[in-house]
């Protein structure tokens, strides 16, 4: 079973960065995509950014410019740099790893969250 851990969140004013790392207990190579998604209280999960194995990537549009996705495939870790935080990118992240495997379909694997909270 996968473990997905990240890290890296904290207290940040506005206009501050954070870099968010998700380290995976297994190789990356064999996620078709990772994904970082937010919840904010009283809303729904929304998808951040994505990073699919073929390198293309794809951001929601509030973050877009501001947030970066990357892997390193040594360290199986995926990241999101943060910059130009705002109060409304308060939220608890979750890194999100999926897999497609041909004789039992998608496998979805999840990380416990890290809280990022932006304010003065």
């Known amino acids: 079973q996968v473990q997905l851990v990240e890290s890296g969140g904290g207290l940040v004013q506005p206009g501050g960065s954070l870099r968010l790392s998700c380290a995976s207990s297994g190789s990356i190579f064999s996620f078709d995509t990772m994904s970082w998604y937010r919840q904010a209280p009283g809303k729904q999960r929304e998808l951040v950014a994505s990073?699919?194995?073929?390198?293309?990537?794809n951001y929601t549009d509030s973050v877009k410019g501001r947030f970066t996705i990357s892997r390193d495939n040594a360290k199986n870790t995926v990241y999101l740099q943060m910059n130009r935080l705002k109060p409304e990118d308060t939220a608890v992240y979750y890194c999100?790893?999926?897999?497609?495997?041909?004789?039992?379909?998608?496998?979805?694997?999840w990380g416990q969250g890290t809280q990022v909270t932006v304010s003065s």
């Open positions: 990073l699919a194995g073929t390198g293309s990537t």
């Open positions: 999100n790893a999926e897999e497609f495997i041909v004789t039992t379909g998608w496998n979805d694997y």
